[in-house]
């Protein structure tokens, strides 16, 4: 699996800006597509989903792009807030018997005042 | 909140021992999912169980082993504690239909266990 060790891909942004999370995805077979927020010491926390049908979905200053051709997955954060900062992940499921969901690496979102 | 509770938050117990790990799943709720999430990674699917049986298995030992009870709660057997065994445990519950098919996951905010 994935291993990164300590040291996550960061990315930093000025609070009010927009901030886009990428993700790549290992595969084709995937069908269904879900982002969580994780703070330190807490669970991961459901942000928004997609399946393979759909390109994009919008959320509440939240919106998620699916590009299969490049399996690839962006998270776009509208006007970027303190409370936004956390470890983001990204998670695939394969479509199979089990509800099985296989995550990223994580990015961590440092939102500067 | 996702109204998924685990218990305890913190366990520290010592290399090969045993340890129980439990979950209640949100209401509503069916299936009950297990993540093993050590730090500074993501999380790492150990097993479902739905309709109280096991229904998916990640690549676990046989050490870890799980239960899924009437009311949908559950609990995390692991045997002969690792020094590697040491991490976020997850807990998350799901509405699997008939299709078979489940939505998002809820998670609980694990419990914290160390090795020593």
């Known amino acids: 699996g994935e291993s990164v060790g300590l040291h996550l891909p960061t990315l930093s942004v000025q609070e009010g800006d927009n901030s886009i999370i990428n993700c790549a995805y290992s595969?084709?077979?995937?069908?269904?597509f879900i982002w969580y927020k994780q703070e330190s010491g807490k669970g991961p926390q459901f942000i928004i989903d997609?399946?393979?049908?759909?390109d994009k979905r919008q959320g509440q200053r939240v919106t998620v792009l699916l590009n299969k051709t490049v399996k690839h997955l962006s998270l776009q954060i509208a006007a970027t807030q303190p409370g936004d900062s956390a470890v983001y992940f990204c998670?695939?499921?394969?479509?199979?018997?089990?509800?099985?969901?296989?995550f990223g690496t994580g990015t961590l979102l440092a939102v500067q005042p | 909140e996702t109204g998924v509770t685990q218990s305890p938050t913190h366990l520290i117990k010592t290399r090969g021992q045993q340890v129980t790990l439990r979950c209640s799943s949100q209401?509503?709720?069916?299936?009950v999912s297990w993540y093993q999430q050590a730090l500074g990674q993501g999380p790492q699917f150990i097993f479902q169980?739905?309709?109280?049986?096991?229904?998916g298995r990640g690549n676990f030992p046989p050490r870890f082993s799980g239960l899924q009870f009437p009311n949908y709660s559950s609990e995390l057997n692991v045997n002969a504690l690792e020094l590697d065994d040491s991490a976020l445990y997850l807990c998350?519950?799901?509405?699997?239909?008939?299709?078979?098919?489940?939505?998002?996951?809820?998670f609980g905010s694990g419990t914290q266990l160390s090795v020593l």
């Open positions: 998350a519950s799901s509405l699997v239909g008939p299709s078979g098919r489940g939505e998002k996951l809820f």
């Open positions: 595969n084709s077979a995937s069908d269904y």
């Open positions: 997609i399946r393979s049908n759909m």
């Open positions: 998670a695939e499921s394969d479509g199979g018997a089990t509800n099985k969901l296989i």
């Open positions: 209401s509503g709720h069916n299936t």
């Open positions: 169980y739905y309709r109280e049986e096991e229904n």
